[in-house]
């Protein structure tokens, strides 16, 4: 049974850096993907980031490009998105999702559709 568990989310002030983290159990991944989405209060939850696990393959939404770096540790079967001058706008629940398909379209990496496993999220609420 898969599971990913986030961590690393809480209440920061505006300007600050944030990092996440997000742990894989229950099997191993060597291809596919780790994706960040986020889901902020009333609003529908939307792609930030994802990385293969095997390649240099990194994907950004344009709304965050320059201020999100994804990175993977594969030997601890984890991702990390750090965040950097966190905004209030990125108030938002944080989930992480994996697939272990790798997709030679990567649009596939940027919808929700594309994986099979979630993450319960983790809170990040930025303070003005």
């Known amino acids: 049974q898969v599971q990913l568990v986030e961590s690393g989310g809480g209440l920061v002030q505006a300007g600050v850096s944030l990092t996440l983290s997000c742990a894989a159990s229950?099997?191993?991944?060597?291809?596919?993907?780790m994706g960040w989405f986020r889901q902020a209060p009333g609003k529908e939850r939307e792609f930030v980031a994802a990385?293969?696990?095997?390649?240099?393959?990194?994907y950004y939404a344009d709304s965050v490009k320059g201020r999100l770096t994804i990175s993977r540790d594969n030997a601890k079967n984890t991702v990390y998105l750090q965040i950097d001058s966190l905004k209030p706008e990125d108030t938002a629940v944080y989930y992480c999702a994996a697939t272990a398909t790798y997709y030679l379209s990567t649009y596939r990496y940027y919808r929700e559709s594309g994986y099979d496993y979630w993450g319960q999220g983790t809170q990040v609420t930025v303070s003005s």
């Open positions: 990385i293969r696990w095997s390649g240099s393959g990194t």
């Open positions: 229950g099997r191993t991944f060597s291809a596919g993907a």
